[in-house]
């Protein structure tokens, strides 16, 4: 399996924040890499697919870069309504595995 | 845009088998590019992908959880099916079922269900 690590695990900060999330993969994966947040009692929700390409209805304060082993989530302008725990996924091959989450609170 | 609804007992008893059904709306389920997945949650944890069958009726299982898990398709109900036998405490979760696009060379999973808690105790 392909272990994905993520940091930090968790993450103060203040709305109008810069904030960047790292993904790590434990082998090379391309760019499949994808992005969802999720709140408290939700499901996740698709942000990013493809390691940097914005999903429809997204805003654009999301984006993603990386490709190989390394990949990072970034909110250009933190507003309230993203913070949430935020979950990395590879989509390289089965079984298909997840990041062990951000979660991003505020300061 | 899809909507998927699990649904199934909320207790299962040790040992026994788990048995979810996720029903797809607003969507075919024999739609070109989409596999149909399972995905659990146990409270305050990580996300664990079980396993995707997608309209043909092929599947592939997490090997973690292969030897008792069986994801099955009704085309004519537009729905799937979730079975994990023997379950322990461990298998507690919010299970959630989840569409996942596969377009070229992205595959992502686009619609969730709400997800539905299942506790396995006595």
């Known amino acids: 399996d392909i272990q994905m690590t993520q940091s930090p695990s968790s993450l103060s900060a203040s709305v109008t924040d810069r904030v960047t999330i790292t993904c790590r993969a434990s082998q090379r994966i391309s760019t499949h890499l994808n992005w969802y947040q999720q709140k408290p009692g939700k499901a996740p929700k698709l942000l990013i697919y493809s390691a940097s390409t914005l999903q429809s209805g997204v805003s654009s304060r999301f984006s993603g870069s990386g490709s190989g082993t390394d990949f990072t989530l970034t909110i250009s302008s933190l507003q309230p309504e993203d913070f949430a725990t935020y979950w990395c996924q590879q989509s390289f091959s089965t079984p298909q595995t997840f990041g062990p989450g951000t979660k991003l609170d505020v300061k | 845009q899809v909507q998927l609804q699990e649904s199934g007992p909320g207790l299962v008893e040790p040992s026994q088998t788990l048995s979810l059904t996720c029903t797809v709306s607003?969507?075919?389920?024999?739609?070109?590019?989409?596999?149909w997945s399972w995905i659990r949650q146990p409270a305050g944890k990580g996300l664990e992908w079980i396993g995707r069958?997608?309209?043909?009726?092929?599947?592939d299982y997490n090997p973690s959880l292969k030897s008792r898990v069986t994801i099955s398709i009704d085309t004519s109900r537009n729905q799937f099916s979730l079975k994990l036998t023997s379950v322990t405490a461990a298998d507690t979760a919010v299970y959630y079922c989840?569409?996942?696009?596969?377009?070229?060379?992205?595959?992502?999973?686009?619609?969730w269900g709400q997800g539905t808690l299942v506790t396995v105790s006595s």
């Open positions: 069958i997608y309209s043909s009726g092929s599947t």
């Open positions: 607003s969507g075919s389920i024999t739609s070109a590019n989409y596999y």
């Open positions: 989840a569409s996942a696009t596969h377009y070229y060379s992205s595959y992502y999973f686009d619609y």
